[in-house]
């Protein structure tokens, strides 16, 4: 069954601004992944989030993640018009549980 | 160097046939995954294996069936192909079973007519 839902499902932007993307989940996690897909092309990873982390940075980006509302941001500053992708967050949870993926956020930015 | 291929990229077959996919990875990593990408861009999880055995199939019909050869490889046959069956099916791997990333071949898409 799905377990995160991405927030919004699709986002428009002008270049230099950022883009913030949300995703809730359900059930208790081990952590959380942010994945990006280029529009043809397969899934990349971003960033892992741990259950006991709060916040990770990576370059631009930055995660949040709140394990009492089950609930995790990705924040992209200053985005640029190679951001334009789609955004998944995937839970990972116990024992061989694959990682399980919301519907990801559209995110376009504009030149 | 690529780490996760899958073969074909594209596929397009009429309904009632048969086809494969082959997937393999040169990273090492113990555990690997078949996932379906919808038109709506859904990502589902249909099997994980791990060391070559099956530890992950979920609600899948038994018309598709995966094969591991070895750790770095996963082939997944299909049988009588169905309209519904139309998607683009990704292969992936991580190190362990229940930990780290993922990575993504770049996905086979399929197009039953």
């Known amino acids: 069954s799905q377990q995160g839902e991405e927030d919004p499902q699709a986002l428009s932007i002008q270049e230099g601004e950022n883009a913030t993307m949300n995703c809730s989940y359900k059930?208790?996690?081990?952590?959380l992944q942010w994945y990006r897909q280029n529009s043809g092309r397969g899934l990349v990873h971003l960033i892992l989030?741990?259950?006991?982390?709060r916040e990770k940075h990576s370059g631009r980006l930055r995660v949040t993640l709140d394990t009492s509302k089950k609930s995790s941001s990705l924040l992209i500053t200053a985005s640029r018009a190679a951001d334009t992708a789609s955004y998944f967050c995937a839970t990972d949870g116990s024992g061989n549980t694959p990682l399980v993926f919301g519907k990801g956020t559209r995110l376009s930015v504009i030149a | 160097d690529t780490a996760v291929s899958q073969t074909p990229k594209y596929l397009v077959t009429q309904m009632g046939n048969d086809k494969s996919i082959k997937c393999e990875q040169n990273l090492g990593h113990d555990t690997m995954y078949w996932y379906k990408q919808d038109s709506k861009k859904f990502l589902k999880i249909m099997f994980s294996?791990?060391?070559?055995?099956?530890?992950i199939n979920e609600t899948v019909p038994n018309r598709f069936s995966p094969k591991s050869p070895d750790k770095a490889h996963l082939n997944l046959h299909i049988n009588s192909l169905e309209l519904g069956d139309s998607a683009v099916y990704f292969c992936?791997?991580?190190?362990?079973?229940?930990?780290?990333?993922?990575?993504f071949g770049e996905g086979s898409r399929l197009t039953v007519l």
């Open positions: 059930t208790s996690i081990n952590n």
């Open positions: 294996y791990n060391n070559k055995e099956l530890i």
């Open positions: 992936a791997s991580r190190r362990g079973s229940n930990t780290g990333e993922l990575f």
């Open positions: 989030i741990r259950s006991n982390e």
